[in-house]
Nanobody, 121 residues
Framework: QVQLVESGGGLVQPGGSLTLSCAGSGDSFNYYAIGWFRQAPGKEREGVACISAIDSSTYYSDSVKGRSTISRDNAKNTLYLQMNRLKPEDTAVYYC??????????????WGQGTQVTVSS
């Protein structure tokens, strides 16, 4: 089973940018869809972005669409999420997730431990 480790979170001012990374070890990403979820205090977990293994097609939630870009580097077994024009409502713990299949509707397989993103002035 793959182990996932997120990094890149931190404190950023509104309007700023961050790039989150998720490094996988123990198994290859190449044949699986991978994505990002987030959970803010007192709120339900929200899927924000996903990228397929077939053609790298992407999905974004309405809350981040147009401000975020998900990408994958299979050679490095690493997933990225670039977030721009950050808003206070983007504050959450961001989790990387690997799915059991190549497309977004597959079941969840592995989760990372999360990285905190705080958007505040």
């Amino acid at each position: 089973q793959v182990q996932l480790v997120e990094s890149g979170g931190g404190l950023v001012q509104p309007g700023g940018s961050l790039t989150l990374s998720c490094a996988g070890s123990g198994d290859s990403f190449n044949y699986y869809a991978i994505g990002w979820f987030r959970q803010a205090p007192g709120k339900e977990r929200e899927g924000v972005a996903c990228i397929s293994a077939i053609d790298s097609s992407t999905y974004y939630s309405d809350s981040v669409k147009g401000r975020s870009t998900i990408s994958r580097d299979n050679a490095k077994n690493t997933l990225y999420l670039q977030m721009n024009r950050l808003k206070p409502e983007d504050t959450a713990v961001y989790y990387c997730v690997k799915l059991q299949g190549p497309v977004r509707d597959a079941d969840f397989d592995s989760w990372g431990q999360g990285t905190q993103v705080t958007v505040s002035s």
